[in-house]
């Protein structure tokens, strides 16, 4: 039976979410403050397209298993990225990952990769299936998961007990920052990224913005109506309120906002303290004269992992934060984490320059942007806006029980009111938000929408 539903915001996950329900005969109409695609917009720099927000696309199988449920073939023609998830500059080295064979490394690396073997055939399953032990499905994956993470709570004590060579710990360690999380907080699934990842990274032929105009095609297919410029004021019940004063009443609300966000529309108290967020960032985006001369991925990860930790609880700088570093052509986005306390950090403030510093001198690259022909830069601030009060680009930080498949997130809320997207899926990225999509479509289906 058609139902009017109402999706509030239209980031990847509304969207994605949107062109399932309308797949399955609903009236769905997206609200957004902004334009479509959230975090992940597209901008043009000196006459060239530029997206900006996520540049790795990983784990394609949650994607496969959201286009299976629309009967669409895959528009995206996925490229592999060169060099995978890119050169680590950890403090004890380079370390490429994935390890190239005949790289001193690649033996601990094989060692790294057989032990988190016998999770890689159960990983779509936890990503896109509720945590129920009924589901024999699920009750395998989680199996595997305990097997391979044994007594251990978080990826700091996973990668401890490998007892890995410190360049490599290091730079597997750096991919639960790269979520958001410490790898001290993080469940061990953080530490075994890298490995689950392999080699499959990619980035869709025509640039990530491709996934955006994929799920607006979808939904357009499917009347999907997309209110762009049309901001959420106030949510009582299943009735929204407009900026405009307009409302709109739906038998059901899914809410993709940040859930701090959302909170605030239903005029409940909202407390997400600093020590407690997952961390923001500032992307500085480039288009040069001609290509840098770089990998198509560069990651600096923070010397000390302690003092970067400390700096972010206390919602300070850290001295050396990571960074990531993308080159794609004459393109070049630097991306740097910082506490999510909505600052507005310019390219000339003096944190941001001394960490272009650093990546100059770590890539043996001086003056990387000096000869710029544009660049912009996108801060906590702007994060803010749309997302998490303090830009946190994933929201807030779950405790390591808490932040894996294993546990059930509050995806209902009541009856007629429901939410999905990154800040209430643990991981955050697309591949957890994909899967979340997923969870919340079969929950709702078996729910009687
Ligand atoms: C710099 C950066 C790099 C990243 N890199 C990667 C990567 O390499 N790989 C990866 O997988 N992920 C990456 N991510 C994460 C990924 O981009 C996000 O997980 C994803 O874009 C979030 O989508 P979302 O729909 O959950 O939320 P959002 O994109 O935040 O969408 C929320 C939407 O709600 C709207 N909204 C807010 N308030 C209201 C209101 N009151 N009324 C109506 N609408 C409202 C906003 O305008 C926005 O469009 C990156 C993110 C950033 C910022």
Redesign the pocket.
């Known amino acids: 039976m058609t139902r009017p539903v109402g999706i509030?915001?239209?980031?990847?996950?509304?969207?994605a979410l949107a062109a399932r329900l309308a797949h399955r005969g609903h009236a769905v109409t997206v609200?957004?403050?902004?334009q479509?695609?959230?975090?992940?917009r597209r901008l043009t720099l000196a006459g060239e397209s530029v997206d900006?927000?996520?540049?790795?696309?990983?784990f394609p199988q949650v994607w496969r298993a959201y286009l299976r449920g629309l009967n669409e073939p895959d528009p995206l023609h996925l490229r592999p990225l060169p060099g995978g998830l890119g050169v680590h500059h950890t403090p004890h080295g380079p370390v490429p990952l994935p390890v190239p064979p005949g790289h001193p490394l690649h033996p601990h690396w094989q060692r790294y990769l057989r032990a988190a073997a016998p999770l890689a055939p159960f990983l779509g399953v936890l990503l896109t299936t509720p945590p129920r032990l009924r589901d024999p499905l699920f009750r395998q994956a989680a199996a595997a998961l305990l097997r391979v993470q044994g007594p251990h709570l978080t990826a700091q004590g996973w990668l401890a007990a490998q007892r890995l060579p410190p360049a490599l710990t290091h730079a597997l360690a750096t991919h639960a920052l790269n979520a958001g999380l410490l790898p001290g907080v993080a469940p061990p699934l953080y530490a075994l990224i890298p490995a689950l990842v392999g080699a499959d990274v990619s980035r869709p032929a025509d640039g990530m913005g491709a996934l955006l105009d994929a799920l607006l095609t979808f939904g357009q297919a499917r009347g999907v109506q997309v209110r762009e410029h049309?901001?959420?004021?106030r949510l009582d019940g299943q009735t929204l309120t407009l900026a405009d004063g307009g409302t709109a009443r739906h038998d059901l609300i899914v809410s993709?906002?940040?859930p701090h966000?959302l909170a605030a529309?239903r005029g409940r108290l909202v407390t997400s303290p600093v020590a407690r967020r997952t961390v923001s960032?500032v992307?500085v985006y480039a288009v040069l004269p001609r290509p840098a001369p770089l990998p198509a991925t560069s990651v600096l990860p923070p010397t000390d992992f302690a003092a970067f930790h400390v700096h972010v609880r206390r919602g300070a700088l850290p001295p050396d934060t990571l960074t990531l570093v993308h080159a794609h052509g004459r393109q070049l986005s630097v991306?740097l984490a910082t506490p999510a306390t909505g600052e507005a950090l310019t390219l000339g403030h003096p944190w941001v320059q001394a960490q272009l510093r650093r990546v100059e001198a770590t890539l043996h690259a001086p003056g990387l942007l000096r000869d710029a022909l544009a660049t912009t830069t996108?801060a906590p601030d702007h994060?803010a806006?749309?997302?998490h009060p303090g830009g946190a680009?994933?929201g807030p930080g779950l405790p390591a029980w808490r932040g894996g498949p294993l546990h059930p997130q509050p995806y209902r809320l009541t009856g007629g009111l429901w939410q999905v997207?990154?800040?209430v899926h643990p991981g955050?990225?697309?591949?957890?938000?994909l899967g979340g999509v997923q969870i919340v479509d079969r929950l709702l289906r078996e729910a009687g929408w």
């Open positions: 509030l915001g239209g980031g990847i996950a509304g969207l609200y957004d403050r902004d479509a695609g959230g975090k992940l900006t927000g996520p540049s790795l696309f990983t049309a901001p959420v004021t993709a906002l940040d966000r529309l960032g992307g991306l996108l994060y806006q749309g997302g680009l994933y997207g990154t800040g955050g990225g697309i591949p957890a938000l």
